[in-house]
Nanobody
Framework: QVQLVESGGGLVQAGGSLRLSCAAS????????MGWFRQAPGKEREFVAA????????YYAGSMKGRFTISRDNAKNTVYLQMNSLKPEDTAVYYC????????????WGQGTQVTVSS
């Protein structure tokens, strides 16, 4: 089992920045690729970004590329999502997940953290 706890969400004005963190505990963190997803009210969950177990490869959804940066610190069992130039449409609950990023199969999920971007 891997337990994931997100933090860093909050209320920010459009154009601002936030950094989300996801702390992992349980089984070996660096065995897993990590992903960030989000779900806005009334919408389906969507992929945001992912990072390989080593941190050497990152993947981004098109609309987030250039604004969001995913990174990880395996010594701290933590993955981060730096979000810049935030827009009201980025408002959502953000979730981190652990699994296999190349197949998009995630076995473990956090509870989510709310991000609200005001206009």
């Amino acid at each position: 089992q891997v337990q994931l706890v997100e933090s860093g969400g909050g209320l920010v004005q459009a154009g601002g920045s936030l950094r989300l963190s996801c702390a992992a505990s349980g089984r070996t963190f660096n065995n897993y690729g990590m992903g960030w997803f989000r779900q806005a009210p009334g919408k389906e969950r969507e992929f945001v970004a992912a990072i390989s177990w080593s941190g050497g490869t990152q993947y981004y959804a098109g609309s987030m590329k250039g604004r969001f940066t995913i990174s990880r610190d395996n010594a701290k069992n933590t993955v981060y999502l730096q979000m810049n130039s935030l827009k009201p449409e980025d408002t959502a609950v953000y979730y981190c997940a652990a699994g296999e990023v190349t197949t998009g199969t995630y076995d473990y999920w956090g509870q989510g953290t709310q991000v609200t971007v005001s206009s």
